[in-house]
């Protein structure tokens, strides 16, 4: 049961380590400013939960057809915050290397590069964006608290002392705050 949280951790080398860092900057960096520090920590475990058990599900069945490699990384956890961070943009397109492309195939493509990626998952990463899109699409929609309980966990141990962190940013639940707090 403890590989269900604990395979974010797990690298094989350098380079995949490089690439789940920048992934984690990146991608969480950004779906924390969306959400807050106290629901992106909630979703960052329940993303790395939801899309294991998928992976345990789905394993069986792919890897008659495909050799499938375990799960490793932090890559299946960006992936599910990128596809809720696309199913949810307003945005139609964007561009990528000077061409305009539909906003809901960025993590598609995104899945196809990170195929070559040493020793990532390909069946692990398809589990964090399925996770991820169903997510942002409101399939998910129990694990969603409203922004008063993320506000009032903002007050509470653990987030108050992340608050008090030199260096740190904190975001807070409520979008109100959050905008007042990028104003200034």
Same mark, same amino acid.
């Given at each position: 049961?403890?590989?269900?949280?604990?395979?974010?951790?797990?690298?094989?080398?350098?380079?995949?380590?490089?690439?789940?860092?920048?992934?984690?900057?990146?991608?969480?960096?950004?779906?924390?400013?969306?959400?807050?520090?106290?629901?992106?920590?909630?979703?960052?475990?329940? !993303?790395?939960?939801?899309?294991? =058990? +998928?992976?345990? /599900?789905?394993?069986? *069945? #792919?890897?008659?057809?495909?050799?499938? @490699?375990?799960?490793?990384?932090?890559?299946?956890?960006?992936?599910?915050?990128?596809?809720?961070?696309?199913?949810?943009?307003?945005?139609?397109?964007?561009?990528?290397?000077?061409?305009?492309?539909?906003?809901?195939?960025?993590?598609?493509?995104?899945?196809?590069?990170?195929? !070559?990626?040493?020793?990532?998952? =390909? +069946?692990?990463? /398809?589990?964090?964006? *399925? #996770?991820?899109?169903?997510?942002?699409? @409101?399939?998910?929609?129990?694990?969603?608290?409203?922004?008063?309980?993320?506000?009032?966990?903002?007050?509470?141990?653990?987030?108050?002392?992340?608050?008090?962190?030199?260096?740190?940013?904190?975001?807070?639940?409520?979008?109100?705050?959050?905008?007042?707090?990028?104003?200034?």
């Amino acid at each position: 049961v403890h590989r269900l949280v604990t395979y974010v951790f797990v690298y094989e080398d350098l380079v995949s380590l490089t690439c789940g860092a920048v992934a984690i900057w990146y991608f969480a960096g950004s779906f924390e400013r969306n959400v807050g520090t106290a629901k992106h920590c909630f979703l960052t475990i329940t !993303f790395s939960v939801l899309p294991a =058990l +998928l992976y345990l /599900l789905l394993e069986p *069945l #792919v890897s008659r057809v495909w050799e499938v @490699g375990d799960a490793k990384g932090f890559l299946p956890v960006a992936f599910a915050m990128l596809g809720v961070s696309t199913t949810r943009s307003r945005m139609k397109t964007t561009l990528i290397f000077g061409c305009r492309v539909p906003v809901v195939l960025v993590p598609w493509l995104g899945l196809c590069m990170a195929w !070559f990626i040493p020793h990532a998952s =390909l +069946l692990g990463n /398809l589990c964090g964006l *399925l #996770v991820g899109e169903a997510y942002g699409l @409101g399939y998910c929609f129990c694990l969603d608290f409203p922004e008063s309980v993320s506000s009032k966990l903002d007050r509470v141990f653990p987030f108050t002392l992340l608050k008090r962190i030199p260096g740190l940013k904190y975001i807070p639940g409520s979008s109100a705050e959050r905008r007042a707090s990028e104003s200034t």
